[in-house]
């Protein structure tokens, strides 16, 4: 009986829907909750699981989340908690995530632990030591939006062999994993190994699962199709659908094999996953994946791959890592390839280039399911943005097709039945398959291919001095699509060996992939590949080809930014070729290059992937007597985290019966609403009920939300923006609530009015909400701004800075699970930030008492202000659906639906003038800021705080300042992690930067310049418009000096000119920038509970959302419990305490988290609580004297306590923080700055970090390893708003074009700075709060503004040097880009729509987020620009 086994365990598959995701069916049937599902595209990585083939082959990393179970029959699978957990010991890499504090909400985090431990497995059994490079490799594509990925990169350190020890700080003593000291085993069996063709039956559908060619064409003949095609040909039977890695259904989910009656499953077919040579070429099986073609490219080259896996050296560590000097940033990257001194480095063996472009393909995990031809076969049907294709068109290859019609594959199978190995180019035709380039296999009509088999790829091995050169133009290092992808492949005469001025070109295979105008387009760039035919490699022909190649993109979607691209990828592939025909620098042939040229000869290196990150961390050690507060304890119960033990609101255990719920939303935008008809889903299986605004009596169809807004639940009469929920599906499954959604059709009537769908649109038409203030502050002015601006020697008028909106990207969606209890009354799970309000919503939608509604939540999965409002409307609609039913109702959002009904942080638009002195002083601004916040207004924050904090640390004598909140048909906007900070942050500090680049001075000079002065002694530090900081508060001076010396500024500074010098096509720059935020800290209950065996039960006011709230709140329940203990016995051990589940039962109110003063808070009432059980029990702690133990204590408190257990001393005390001294709504301000380093490639606009210092003041920090990962978390988000996060509408729908992760780009490891140095500012004291500490969860996020400022330099840099070539005085073709947030319905038009304008104003100033067109658009400005004519003048110049 075909099986797989899980954790060791065996499962018949017998009956078993085989198209049921291993997701599912682990988190059912399995009853393992381990595994996640977090985007269900293979975007995120936590659903990864650990899975060995029926034949004991290596065990790869997949994602679950893709694999259908009914291509695992054999497999044995582990997952996180398979790999260790409670029950057992925990795996060495579970020990060092915990250890590390690589773990803060904790729901990434058992697909790390999976991802790492396949890396150790597979070094292990090859008899070695795993490098940290190929580890880091193993988690490329796994997503963490908590941690800023360094503590992770510190856990790859630990385990390999060679690092720095010294890099890993705190944790240096841990030894790497050695094959003497492998992993522990996990358990495993050998599975139910096949005996024949496979054959799985359920639900009317087979999946078959041959073992080789013959047997697949046999089951295809079986089957008895036509040529015809179709669902069932003239032939009568079933299509069949091959199914590979079934990775393609992550990017197109209509793919997914759920409905087809006959899939044939590739995997287990012989010749289909093999790689053979044959007569010059290597014969690639159509299901090999892309990791065994990298490996088997990486066999070939001479002297192998550094890392398996196309993994980076590990150059970052070979520095000695954690220094803070300039010279320890790595140079390991395009700019030292490309510059100092250096010459371009020869090119990468053929094989190197291609496997270091196939390394780029998706994630790990992804790269391990997915096959070439799967990858293919999407390219030519799909339009998937392939690098496959590319670099593979660019290399030559053909493939070898089949076609599959009955008596087609009947004829080749008995062709086959000799045992012809048809995975040969050759043994291919003898079973009837053609081998057809694969220029005509992608250009063909691309029609379906049903019928058609895709046997093989044939690569032919490169001749003797052939080049080959490829590289992808994209968002990120992997795991994204390219925005331009390009191949090229040269064969030289014979004889020469290719020598730039020897023999001519012989064959030339030019491959370009890019946005056309309805898809992505990829082909043969002949004008390219014609202009160097038949000619010596030299400036001539390579200006001719730069010239030619515009032509080549003529149909692509902005001709001219894709010019600019196409000619700066040419540049990058042919110049190697060139420099080192020319012996890098001189001309063998023909007498030295010209200077001019040689320089220009220099170019980066494609497809580098960056070093592994490393970091410093400095804070001070623990106040002597206060511990645990303040020292850096593991994050509580982070074991459980990492073996996927830890329970979130989606995991929590269903009763029998539990039902599932999905949302029916609207495709329009703004339409009146006519008729909602659910009776074909109400007639589909599984589906139980429908629920709409009709079901709901008058006055309850609405959630309210504080501060007096509120929506309705469903829309009824009128829908406001496109995905506004209409109604509700429960289903007996999630699978079933969705298809039943589906169904549901509902006709519209026109809309009252055209819909508003961009700020522009709300501005035009003056959609503002009027509200009052604060929430929509009043306009403000201080001084005389007009008379100032016309006084000031400087001005500049009219500039504008836009920030687009962005996600929260928790990784967790919105989930909730409601349980109906006796006598109407509901029990529901909510990820909440705040369960008091999902009691009082579920209350008032139900019509109960709020004493009949009972909130929980054990921890969140992140929240960043998500779940502050935005996670009741689940939580109702749980209940509502709980209510009608009378059965538990679990429902979780899937990410598509999470991401459309989100909000984010709104879209802002600041118009400026302003006025100041040659030195940069600002005399004058006058700022207009308008604010989208879509549909409805839920908690308008974004104003109140952008008016409050948009003076930052700057005091600008003349301001005036104006808000606007615009009302539009989008979703509805709401917290988000510094909401409006963040938009005043970005804006101030852009606006400094404009002075600075207006005034040719460095803008870390200007911001100093217009500082606030310290006071001279106490009193107060004036800002602008009339903002006041206690001077005590005022510690920016301070940490900024601390800063500038750390990161070594001045030293740098001169050190990034120099590089730029020497360097013509990469470009540094230095920023550095500063943050505020003005904390309240609220009042917060607390409730502890004392065990006569010595344990203790605390529940305080908060959620745990991995913000380190419960470990601070057991930090301080063990440190105030200890003063009863002498002093040689302190602290208590940490297990005793124990954090309760968040429940409106005990804590009904005061539990909102949020503002980043939560934790502090929530300190405050435990330790007032504890102070009330200390004095209650000091005088048994008296009575013990100086050898007394926690369990004599307790004891005695028993006994005094007799039978009864409460007679004298209670053990139950509630805390609350207003009841310390300053501790509710205390106020105070939180600074930090931040300097960082980046690179730009100026011919293709991709930009990296190369390092980030940032200094914050956190007071004296409850927990500085919990606050060091607060830093560095909210700065890679901050670094996803300023370089890649944006949501994007369809300017025609208001549909979110942005509802993916392959499509919404949060930043990977990859995208952070190689370096990451923070230091918690010591000295740093705030009296009255607990333990002297601040704030720290938001105020990092403005710190990614440091990002922005380099990033502008670097373009500043760029430009100048193109403007000195003459590259930007004339453009390949005139005309800028389209503009930003257009794009139609379909994938390839979102894509094509990203923004490439110019910024108004100064083009030379960049649009955020600074995504790669966004930084073309700056380099280029509108014009375009012609590296072929700066090529002729540099090789002309000399001669
Ligand atoms: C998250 C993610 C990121 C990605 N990133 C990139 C990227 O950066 N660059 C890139 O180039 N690609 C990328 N891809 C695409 C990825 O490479 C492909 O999904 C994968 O190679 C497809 O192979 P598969 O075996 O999973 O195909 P499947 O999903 O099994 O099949 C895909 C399609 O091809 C058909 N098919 C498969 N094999 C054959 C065959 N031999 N003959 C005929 N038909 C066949 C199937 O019927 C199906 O229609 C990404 C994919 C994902 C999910
Ligand atoms: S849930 Fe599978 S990769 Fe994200
Ligand atoms: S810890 Fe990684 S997403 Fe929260």
């Not at 906007?973 to 409006?980: D, I, K, L, Q, V």
Request: aromatic share 4%.
């Amino acid at each position: 009986m075909a099986a797989i086994v899980i954790n060791g365990q065996e499962f018949g598959l017998e009956g078993v829907e085989p198209s049921t995701r291993l997701a599912s069916f682990v988190r059912q049937t399995a009853c393992d909750k381990s595994v996640r599902v977090a985007c269900g595209s293979g975007l995120c990585g936590s659903c990864a699981v650990l899975a060995t083939p029926p034949d004991g082959g290596e065990p790869r990393a997949l994602n679950s989340c893709l694999t259908p179970v009914g291509s695992m029959a054999g497999w044995s699978v582990s997952t996180a908690a398979g790999l260790g957990c409670s029950a057992r010991s925990h795996h060495p890499v579970q020990e060092r995530v915990a250890a590390f504090h690589a773990s803060q909400c904790g729901f990434c985090t058992p697909g790390f632990v999976v991802g790492l431990g396949a890396g150790l497995e597979r070094a292990a059994a090859a008899g070695r030591q795993p490098a940290a490079a190929e580890l880091a490799a193993c988690i490329d594509g796994n997503l963490c939006r908590c941690t800023g990925f360094r503590p992770l990169m510190d856990v790859c350190k630990s385990l390999a062999g060679g690092a720095d020890i010294e890099d890993l700080g705190l944790h240096s003593a841990y030894s790497p994993c050695s094959p003497e000291a492998p992993p522990p085993a996990r358990p495993t069996s050998a599975g139910a190994a096949r005996k024949g063709p496979l054959r799985l039956q359920a639900g009317g559908r087979t999946w078959l699962a041959p073992r080789s060619l013959q047997e697949l064409l046999q089951a295809c003949a079986d089957a008895g199709t036509s040529d015809g095609g179709g669902d069932g040909g003239d032939g009568g039977g079933p299509v069949p659908r091959f199914v590979a890695g079934n990775t393609g259904s992550g990017l197109f989910p209509q793919l997914w094999p759920s409905d087809c009656p006959l899939v044939i499953t590739l995997g287990g077919v012989e010749e289909m996953r093999t790689v053979t040579e044959a007569e010059g070429s290597l014969v690639v099986g159509a299901a090999v994946t892309i990791a065994e073609l990298i490996a088997t490219l990486e066999a070939r080259v001479p002297g192998g791959s550094p890392t398996p896996g196309g993994a980076a050296t590990d150059n970052g560590l070979a520095n000695g890592g954690g220094t803070a000097d300039a010279a320890s940033v790595d140079d390991g990257t395009a700019a030292s390839a490309a510059g100092g001194a250096a010459p371009t480095p020869p090119p990468p063996h053929p094989c190197a280039a291609l496997a270091g472009l196939l390394a780029r393909v998706a994630g790990a995990h992804v790269r391990a399911a997915g096959t070439v031809g799967g990858n293919l076969m999407l390219a030519r049907e799909q339009g998937l943005e392939s690098d496959v294709a590319t670099g593979l068109l660019g290399w030559g290859a053909s493939v070898v097709l089949l076609n599959t019609s009955s008596e087609a594959a009947a004829a080749a199978a008995n062709n086959a039945a000799g045992g012809v190995h048809a995975t040969n180019g050759k043994n291919g035709a003898a079973v009837g398959a053609p081998e057809v380039p694969l220029e005509d296999f992608l250009g063909d009509d691309g029609s379906p291919g049903a019928g058609r088999l895709l046997v093989a790829v044939r690569l032919p091995l490169p001749a003797e001095g052939a080049y080959y050169w490829t590289s992808k133009v994209a968002p990120a290092h992997s795991s994204v699509h390219a925005t331009m992808n390009a191949a090229v492949g040269l064969r030289f005469a014979s004889g020469s060996g290719g020598s730039a001025h020897g023999a001519a070109v012989a064959d030339a295979s030019v491959a370009l992939g890019y946005y056309g105008a309805n898809r992505w387009a990829v082909h043969r760039a002949a004008a390219a590949e014609a202009a160097l035919m038949g000619r010596q490699l030299s400036p001539a022909s390579l200006a001719a080809a730069l010239k030619a190649v515009v032509a080549d993109v003529a149909g692509a979607a902005r001709p001219s930014a894709a010019a600019a691209m196409a000619q700066g990828l040419m540049l990058q592939a042919l110049v190697p070729r060139l420099a080192g025909a020319a012996g890098g620098a001189d001309d063998g042939g023909e007498g030295p290059l010209p200077p001019a040229l040689r320089r220009l000869l220099r170019v980066p290196a494609p497809n580098q992937a960056p070093p592994v990150m490393r970091g410093r961390q400095e804070f001070e050690e623990a106040p002597e007597g206060a511990a645990p507060l303040g020292a850096p304890m593991e994050k509580d119960r982070v074991l459980l985290q990492t073996s996927g033990e830890a329970q979130y609101t989606g995991d929590v255990p269903l009763p029998a019966g539990a039902q599932h719920a999905a949302w029916v939303t609207a495709s329009e935008a703004c339409a009146t609403v006519e008729g909602i008809d659910a009776a074909a889903a109400l007639a589909a299986p599984g589906v139980v009920a429908f629920i709409c605004a009709a079901d709901l009596p008058e006055g309850r169809n609405s959630v309210a939300f504080p501060m007096g807004a509120s929506e309705p639940l469903f829309a009824s009469e009128q829908v406001e923006y496109h995905s506004q929920p209409l109604g509700l599906i429960v289903a007996t499954s999630q699978e079933a609530a969705k298809r039943g959604a589906a169904l549901v059709r509902v006709a519209y009537g026109p809309p009252p009015e055209p819909p508003v769908l961009s700020l522009a649109e709300a501005r035009r038409r003056s959609s503002y909400y009027k509200m009052p203030p604060p929430i929509a502050p009043a306009d403000q002015v201080e001084g005389d701004p007009e008379g100032a601006l016309a006084a000031a020697p400087r001005a500049i008028r009219g500039r504008r800075v836009a920030v687009p909106a962005n996600y929260h990207l928790y990784l967790e969606t919105q989930s909730a699970l409601a349980l109906p209890d006796e006598g109407g009354a509901m029990k529901v799970w909510s990820a909440a930030q705040d369960i008091g309000m999902v009691q009082k919503a579920v209350a008032t939608a139900l019509g109960k008492r709020h004493h009949e509604v009972e909130a929980v939540c054990r921890r969140v999965g992140g929240a960043f202000g998500g779940k502050c409002t935005r996670n009741l409307p689940v939580a109702v609609a749980a209940a509502l659906a709980a209510a009608k039913t009378g059965r538990a109702v679990r429902f979780v959002q899937d990410r598509q639906t999470d991401m459309r009904l989100m909000g984010g942080h709104c879209e802002a638009l600041a118009e400026f003038d302003c006025g100041f002195t040659e030195e940069g002083e600002i005399q004058s601004l006058s700022l207009e800021v308008f604010l989208l916040l879509g549909a409805f207004p839920d908690v308008p924050l974004d104003g109140m705080n952008l008016a409050s904090m948009i003076t930052m640390a700057y005091s600008i004598p003349n301001l005036s300042l104006k808000v606007r909140l615009c009302r539009s048909n989008t979703a509805p906007t709401t917290f988000m992690r510094a909401p409006g900070d963040a938009q005043a942050a970005l804006i101030m500090e852009s606006v400094v930067e404009q002075v600075a680049a207006a005034c040719g001075l460095d803008a870390a000079l200007v911001r100093e310049r217009n500082f606030a002065e310290p006071a001279e002694s106490g009193g107060v530090v004036r800002l602008a418009l009339k903002k006041e900081v206690p001077a005590a508060d005022y510690t920016l001076p301070r940490l900024w000096a601390r800063l500038k010396e750390s990161a070594g500024y001045e030293a740098r500074c001169a050190e990034v000119a120099a590089f730029n010098l020497s360097n013509p096509w990469v470009k540094r720059g230095l920023g550095m920038t500063h943050t505020r935020f003005d904390c309240g800290v609220p009042a917060k209950p607390a409730y502890v509970s004392l065990f006569t065996d010595g344990s203790v039960l605390v529940q305080a006011g908060g959620s745990e959302v991995g913000q380190g709230l419960t470990t601070k709140v057991k930090q301080a329940a063990l440190s105030e419990l200890s003063q009863l203990l002498p002093e040689a016995r302190r602290p208590l051990p940490a297990e005793l305490v124990r954090i309760a589940d968040q429940t409106t039962n005990v804590l009904p109110a005061g539990n909102l988290t949020g503002g980043s003063t939560t934790s502090e808070a929530a300190c405050h009432g435990v330790k007032q609580a504890c102070g009330v059980l200390r004095e209650r029990l000091a005088p048994f702690a008296a009575d013990l004297g100086p050898e007394g133990t926690w369990g004599q204590l307790m004891a005695a408190v028993a006994k005094a306590n007799g039978l009864s257990g409460c007679q004298k001393v209670p053990l139950t005390a509630v805390g609350y923080s207003a009841e310390l001294e300053g501790g509710c709504d205390a106020r105070y301000t939180v600074w930090g700055a931040a300097c960082t380093e980046a690179e730009v490639n100026i011919l293709t606009g991709e930009r990296r970090l190369l390092r980030t210092d940032c200094v914050m003041d956190c007071g004296r920090s409850l927990n500085p390893a919990v606050d060091v990962g607060q830093v560095e978390g909210a700065l890679a988000q901050g670094l996803g708003m300023v370089l890649s996060e944006e949501r994007r509408m369809c300017a025609a729908t208001g549909r979110l074009l942005t509802d993916s992760l392959w499509h919404y780009h949060a930043p990977t490891a990859a995208a952070m700075p190689r370096q990451l140095n923070v230091c918690l500012l010591p000295g740093s004291r705030l009296e009255r709060s607990t333990l002297s500490a601040k704030a720290v969860g938001e105020p990092p996020l403005m710190l990614a503004a440091s990002a922005l400022s380099a990033l502008q330099a670097a373009v500043r840099a760029g430009r100048a040097e193109l403007a000195a070539l003459g590259a930007s005085s004339g453009g390949p073709s005139s005309g800028g880009a389209s503009s930003n947030g257009g794009g139609g319905e379909d994938g390839s038009e979102r894509l094509a729509s990203g923004g490439c304008e110019g910024s108004d104003g100064d083009a030379s100033l960049l649009q955020l987020p600074a995504s790669v067109d966004h930084v073309m658009a700056a380099l280029c400005g509108a014009r375009g620009r012609d590296l072929a004519a700066a090529v002729r003048a540099a090789a002309s110049d000399a001669r």
